[in-house]
């Protein structure tokens, strides 16, 4: 652990070069989701609502397993980032096999899912599930080769990849819904769209070899805690859309509903934050001053979406929905505002336990996610906080467990880094 004296200022030409490459990463990353934003737009404009509601409950098997892509690009970033010496390449090219078998394995079990999901989902065409599977390997192997190169601090070709993963799902999703509004052309310009941006890293990534079985077995081992420590991150921070829905009336929930929409854009804000970050955290485990930069960052964002929301709240409402539906939800878009940055404080602390190899990270986010469903219980289900008063608290007591679990997860990464003696 860094001790408690000034560090000495920073160099001016690696700083450059830092700001440099977090704008890059910050603008691929912003085209990214603007596109995949582009592309729902399309869906809610060319698609009926009964289709419409169907290519969202996909996108949201999509986020689901996408987990996995998460976990082997964690992995492969924290260990490219702390190796030294000679194997680099073999390390990247275990990483490339294990993305493989990865992807392979889960386009399986997507297919062996088809009937569960048309069953569970409501959806007649076989055809729109099964193009899930390929999606998803797609994506699977991206998290593989985004992990090699942000581990190596290759900034403008992770950007490239970034880029293209949102530009592919826009010219090509979108596209499709264009020529033929329907399911199956949605999910099968998705697949296209998802294998653009795995063609792309292959490129940049061609020529690896070297790895051994062991390490592409370590690689695995890993990235499974890696994808189960994400996994209950991400049930917490969606965990609450279900508790609205269970504990609000219909129209409570739908406000809550559209309020997430501001609360999930300032989660996804300052992700090019963490990955800009985490080589770094995962190269000096314990190091309170990079991770409370890191914070400070993640948090300045957040207050400047705060203060954006307490000015401009109309736009805001327009934005996420109209006037004429979500008017009453303006003076409380700040609130969602702020529960999305708590959530991304969290996020960037989660990735800091993966990047210093926590292990019980995982069971305290999924003892703050039992915490967080009794006290919703409590609060909604006793009907103490009704109406609007029960979507803001909530966005509150979300806000609360968040910053909470942030709280006690780096006090730990602290004290985990104390026990490790210095060399």
């Not at 924290?78 to 390449?89: E, Q, V």
């Not at 996804?268 to 934050?273: A, D, E, H, I, N």
Request: glycine letters at 12%.
């Amino acid at each position: 652990m860094t001790s408690g004296t000034t560090p000495a200022p920073e160099p001016q030409a690696p700083r450059r070069s830092f700001l440099r490459s977090a704008t890059v990463v910050a603008v691929a990353m912003a085209i990214m989701n603007v596109a995949a934003y582009g592309f729902t737009l399309i869906g809610s404009r060319r698609l009926l609502p009964e289709q419409f509601g169907a290519i969202t409950a996909l996108l949201g098997l999509l986020l689901i397993g996408n987990v996995a892509s998460l976990g082997l690009q964690a992995t492969g970033a924290r260990r490219l980032a702390t190796h030294t010496g000679d194997g680099a390449a073999a390390l990247g090219d275990a990483m490339l096999k294990a993305g493989r078998r990865s992807a392979l394995g889960l386009t399986v079990l997507c297919l062996l899912l088809t009937p569960v999901f048309m069953w569970l989902l409501h959806i007649d065409s076989i055809v729109a599930i099964v193009l899930l599977a390929p999606t998803l390997g797609g994506l699977t192997l991206m998290g593989s080769q985004l992990g090699v190169l942000q581990g190596s601090h290759r900034w403008t070709e992770l950007a490239a990849v970034y880029a293209s993963g949102g530009i592919g799902r826009l010219v090509l999703g979108g596209g499709a819904l264009l020529i033929h509004p329907s399911l199956d052309w949605a999910m099968a310009g998705l697949a296209l769209g998802a294998a653009v941006p795995a063609a792309l890293g292959q490129f940049f990534l061609r020529g690896s070899t070297g790895s051994t079985r062991q390490e592409i077995k370590e690689v695995l081992r890993e990235t499974v805690h890696g994808t189960h420590t994400l996994l209950a991150f991400f049930a917490l921070a969606n965990a609450d859309v279900l508790f609205a829905r269970a504990l609000l009336d219909e129209k409570d929930s739908g406000y809550y509903a559209a309020g997430l929409i501001v609360a999930k854009a300032c989660l996804f804000l300052p992700q090019f934050v963490i990955v800009l970050v985490f080589p770094s955290l995962a190269n000096s485990p314990g190091d309170t001053v990079r991770l409370r930069r890191a914070i400070l960052a993640v948090a300045g964002l957040g207050v400047c979406a705060v203060v954006g929301t307490l000015i401009l709240p109309g736009i805001v409402v327009e934005v996420i929905g109209g006037k004429a539906n979500y008017a009453p939800l303006g003076p409380s878009t700040w609130l969602f505002a702020v529960a999305g940055s708590a959530y991304a404080v969290l996020q960037l602390v989660v990735y800091a336990a993966i990047a210093q190899q926590e292990k019980r990270a995982a069971l305290g986010i999924w003892l703050g996610l039992v915490v967080l469903a009794v006290a919703a219980g409590i609060i909604l289900g006793t009907g103490t906080a009704t109406g609007l008063d029960g979507v803001k608290v909530l966005a509150a007591t979300t806000s609360t467990c968040a910053l909470l679990l942030s709280a006690g997860l780096a006090a730990g990464l602290r004290r985990q880094a104390a026990e490790v003696p210095q060399a």
